[in-house]
């Protein structure tokens, strides 16, 4: 139950009522306490509550069912609801006559009664790529409500003969029946509308397996779809799948130090617009060695620079050789310092090192990160995207890696 203070309204009369007329001056309060219950009912209710008037004024906001208090002066007033839902019925019927009883409690009952008026809508969506934000539904042609794909949605339509039609079809879906249908409304007995639809696939899937040879084959891979990187991990025991938009696509694949893609790069169409999403196979072949313990590779690196770079100026290249999953702890220690350095090199320098050369087997796989440090604040490194990334360069044993680092300076 809420209790209500003193309204704008009832406060001016009892000012008036102990004023210097007043029969009862410095006497006891003639004000009655009007308590005033909501029930609400039906399949449809009115769920913002209602606005009680008295004597015409809004005076106190009603919940849907509760009881509300208010205190005014005694005597008779007239008692309304306003803000009541067009489907809802209310008694008794308004405006309501009630004498209020000085220093007593007045109770006062509105039933509310909603019953659903309008049209249970189905909307039964089929197809790979159903629409995923469902649609909208007009009464007559008036805009009234959304509805979800492959869900019952109610919608409010007044009593008679009305014309339900489904509007917001994805550019990729259709009909498969009437988009309106002409139902017959009647109160407390939704009228079931079922609008059928089905939607063509707006994108092919490019499915991508390992095929693997070697002293060793474990490791992870990467694959790359026109240049651009699609997943973490490719393993030969679980393939990818990748959605792409149809057209052709390039489709690379990057592996783990101790293994090298016999398979070139390769090139694939998927169609869309089907009713079954179009699936491209590519495999690739990977063959894998593992690197003698101590075994040696060579990195060169290079730093071409342009813009104003100081005379004075010397290249740190600095290294790690963590696993991917202690990057974030190696790019902490790249802050402070503790990456090992490879060497130093001037500005458009070359610096070889001889480092132990990549191996995907243990507990701590030898793929390298490598940073150029101590460039002047006015000048910009872009490096080179390492393979198999997206971190790691491989240094091969017995052969060697270019890196080169691209420095621009200003002014």
């Given at each position: 139950m809420r209790t209500s203070t003193m309204l704008p309204l009832a406060f001016g009369l009892i000012v008036g009522a102990c004023g210097p007329d007043s029969p009862h001056p410095g006497g006891p309060s003639?004000?009655?306490?009007?308590?005033?219950?909501?029930?609400?009912?039906?399949?449809?209710?009115?769920?913002?509550?209602?606005?009680?008037?008295?004597?015409?004024?809004?005076?106190?906001?009603?919940?849907?069912?509760?009881?509300?208090?208010?205190?005014?002066?005694?005597?008779?007033?007239?008692?309304?609801?306003?803000?009541?839902?067009?489907?809802?019925?209310?008694?008794?019927?308004?405006?309501?006559?009630?004498?209020?009883?000085?220093?007593?409690?007045?109770?006062?009952?509105?039933?509310?009664?909603?019953?659903?008026?309008?049209?249970?809508?189905?909307?039964?969506?089929?197809?790979?790529?159903?629409?995923?934000?469902?649609?909208?539904?007009?009464?007559?042609?008036?805009?009234?409500?959304?509805?979800?794909?492959?869900?019952?949605?109610?919608?409010?339509?007044?009593?008679?003969?009305?014309?339900?039609?489904?509007?917001?079809?994805?550019?990729?879906c259709a009909f498969t029946g009437p988009a309106s249908q002409t139902v017959t409304i009647v109160p407390n007995q939704p009228a079931p509308v079922e609008f059928a639809v089905v939607c063509t696939a707006?994108?092919?899937?490019?499915?991508?397996?390992?095929?693997?040879?070697?002293?060793?084959?474990?490791?992870?891979?990467?694959?790359?779809?026109?240049?651009?990187?699609?997943?973490?991990?490719?393993?030969?025991?679980?393939?990818?799948?990748?959605?792409?938009?149809?057209?052709?696509?390039?489709?690379?694949?990057?592996?783990?130090?101790?293994?090298?893609?016999?398979?070139?790069?390769?090139?694939?169409?998927?169609?869309?617009?089907?009713?079954?999403?179009?699936?491209?196979?590519?495999?690739?072949?990977?063959?894998?060695?593992?690197?003698?313990?101590?075994?040696?590779?060579?990195v060169l690196i290079t730093a071409p620079t342009r813009g104003s770079v100081p005379s004075t100026t010397h290249y740190t290249v600095r290294y790690t050789h963590l696993g991917y999953w202690d990057y974030a702890r190696a790019l902490s220690a790249l802050s402070d310092g503790s990456w090992p350095v490879v060497g130093s090199l001037d500005p458009n320098g070359t610096l070889v090192a001889d480092l132990e050369a990549s191996n995907d087997s243990g507990a701590d796989p030898y793929w390298y990160d490598f940073e150029l440090t101590d460039v002047p604040a006015n000048c910009s490194v872009q490096k080179p995207i390492p393979n198999p990334g997206p971190y790691f360069f491989a240094i091969p044993a017995g052969d060697t890696l270019h890196i080169e680092f691209t420095v621009t300076c200003v002014p």
């Amino acid at each position: 139950m809420r209790t209500s203070t003193m309204l704008p309204l009832a406060f001016g009369l009892i000012v008036g009522a102990c004023g210097p007329d007043s029969p009862h001056p410095g006497g006891p309060s003639t004000d009655g306490t009007l308590s005033v219950s909501t029930v609400t009912v039906g399949d449809d209710p009115d769920r913002d509550g209602f606005q009680l008037t008295i004597d015409g004024v809004n005076s106190v906001t009603l919940d849907p069912t509760d009881t509300t208090q208010v205190i005014i002066p005694a005597g008779p007033h007239a008692l309304g609801l306003q803000g009541v839902a067009a489907q809802c019925s209310v008694d008794p019927a308004m405006p309501l006559d009630v004498d209020i009883a000085s220093q007593g409690t007045t109770p006062v009952a509105f039933a509310v009664n909603c019953p659903a008026v309008g049209a249970s809508v189905t909307v039964a969506t089929t197809g790979p790529d159903i629409d995923q934000d469902g649609y909208r539904v007009a009464v007559d042609g008036i805009d009234q409500a959304p509805t979800p794909s492959n869900a019952v949605a109610f919608v409010r339509a007044e009593a008679g003969s009305r014309t339900i039609t489904l509007t917001g079809l994805a550019s990729n879906c259709a009909f498969t029946g009437p988009a309106s249908q002409t139902v017959t409304i009647v109160p407390n007995q939704p009228a079931p509308v079922e609008f059928a639809v089905v939607c063509t696939a707006t994108t092919g899937v490019i499915e991508v397996s390992l095929s693997t040879s070697g002293t060793e084959t474990g490791g992870t891979y990467q694959v790359f779809v026109d240049g651009v990187r699609q997943s973490q991990f490719l393993t030969e025991s679980e393939p990818e799948a990748i959605f792409v938009p149809g057209g052709n696509h390039l489709v690379q694949l990057s592996a783990p130090g101790s293994c090298s893609v016999v398979t070139a790069p390769q090139s694939v169409t998927v169609t869309v617009g089907g009713l079954v999403r179009d699936t491209a196979d590519v495999n690739f072949a990977v063959s894998c060695t593992v690197s003698p313990p101590g075994a040696l590779g060579t990195v060169l690196i290079t730093a071409p620079t342009r813009g104003s770079v100081p005379s004075t100026t010397h290249y740190t290249v600095r290294y790690t050789h963590l696993g991917y999953w202690d990057y974030a702890r190696a790019l902490s220690a790249l802050s402070d310092g503790s990456w090992p350095v490879v060497g130093s090199l001037d500005p458009n320098g070359t610096l070889v090192a001889d480092l132990e050369a990549s191996n995907d087997s243990g507990a701590d796989p030898y793929w390298y990160d490598f940073e150029l440090t101590d460039v002047p604040a006015n000048c910009s490194v872009q490096k080179p995207i390492p393979n198999p990334g997206p971190y790691f360069f491989a240094i091969p044993a017995g052969d060697t890696l270019h890196i080169e680092f691209t420095v621009t300076c200003v002014p």
